[in-house]
């Protein structure tokens, strides 16, 4: 059984930054694909950035490149998103998800979720 439990979510106004953090119950990250997918109210749920199995390479939606990163730390199995320069449209439920299949994680059907953290940007 795999858990994730979401954490460092709040609010901020524009501009602002916040890091989310994900602690996985899985023995051994390199197994797993790791993302962050986000959901507003009144919208599907999006993915957002992943990060590969290894570690060795990330990938991010468009309208965050540059200003969200996705990164990990092995040695305590936490996944982490730094979240720069926010925006009010990055107003949404934020959740961390996991599993072995890349396609899988980006199209939402991943096995394993966290309960998710409410991130609130206002202008």
């Known amino acids: 059984q795999v858990e994730l439990v979401e954490s460092g979510g709040g609010s901020v106004q524009a501009g602002g930054s916040l890091r989310l953090s994900c602690a996985a119950s899985?023995?051994?990250?390199?197994?797993?694909?790791m993302a962050w997918l986000r959901q507003s109210p009144g919208k599907e749920r999006e993915w957002v950035a992943i990060i590969s199995a290894s570690g060795g390479s990330t990938d991010y939606l468009d309208s965050v490149k540059g200003r969200f990163t996705i990164s990990q730390d092995k040695a305590k199995n936490t996944v982490y998103l730094q979240m720069n320069d926010l925006k009010p449209e990055d107003t949404a439920i934020y959740y961390c998800a996991a599993d072995t299949v890349y396609s899988t994680v980006v199209t939402g059907r991943s096995r394993y979720w966290g309960q998710g953290t409410q991130v609130t940007v206002s202008s």
């Open positions: 899985i023995t051994d990250t390199r197994s797993y694909y």
